[in-house]
Antibody, heavy 114, light 108 residues
């Protein structure tokens, strides 16, 4: 069955760029009318939608993060990615990738610290 | 941006009891674009309900969703031990997608 596997560093220094990748296995990222999300959750808090991308490359972002976020898709690698620039401690959270809302990655704890 | 307010913040119930969770939106949400999730500690959220009232694959029928417009409800008819968790609502019809703050269902 389709699975999402996240990869990327768990520690990022302040002012640097957070980069995560979500690889789709067991199916094609281009099949179906899906969109592919990034969502984050600070420890003990609620869920925040970061943005989404479609297989054609069209992306939408949360206005609160838009100036710092890029979400892209690579259909040849069957993966999509998140880049968040100029990170601060406030960006420390568990980051999730998700297909719409029905399929989620395992989550990656990203800590912003020097 | 559509703000979702969930109540109560915490619900203390016993196994076998009925749980009723509320999600109120700051503006009308298309019925087709309201979801409910369950999250347990250390796990990713799990989709329970989509389109306000449709159960996701593999979700037991003790979970049901209802509502329209700005008021939505998740009902768990008889709580099982594995149902004690945090529940979030989400609207996905209007960008930015938004989540409610969550309701924790704890054992009384």
């Amino acid at each position: 069955q389709v699975q999402l596997q996240q990869s990327g560093p768990g520690l990022v220094k302040p002012s640097q760029t957070l980069s995560l990748t979500c690889t789709v296995s067991g199916g094609s990222i281009s099949s179906g009318s899906y969109y592919w999300n990034w969502i984050r959750q600070p420890a003990g808090k609620g869920l925040e939608w970061i943005g989404r991308v479609y297989s054609n490359g069209n992306a939408e972002y949360n206005p609160s993060l838009r100036s710092r976020v890029t979400i892209s898709v690579d259909t040849s690698k069957n993966e999509f990615s998140l880049k968040l620039t100029s990170v601060t401690a406030a960006d420390t959270a568990v980051y999730y990738c998700a297909r719409r809302g029905d399929l989620w990655g395992q989550g990656t704890l990203v800590t912003v610290s020097s | 941006e559509i703000v979702l307010t969930q109540s109560p913040g915490t619900l203390s119930l016993s196994p076998g009891e009925r749980a009723t969770l509320s999600c109120r939106a700051s503006q009308s949400v298309s019925t087709y674009y309201l979801a409910w999730y369950q999250q347990k500690p250390g796990q990713a959220p799990r989709l329970l309900i989509y389109s306000a009232s449709s159960r996701a694959a593999g979700i037991p029928d003790r979970f049901s969703g209802s509502g329209s417009g700005t008021d939505f409800t998740l009902t768990i008819s008889r709580l099982e031990p594995e149902d004690f968790a945090v529940y979030f609502c989400q609207q996905y019809g209007s960008s930015p997608l938004t989540f409610g703050g969550g309701t924790k269902v704890e054992i009384k």
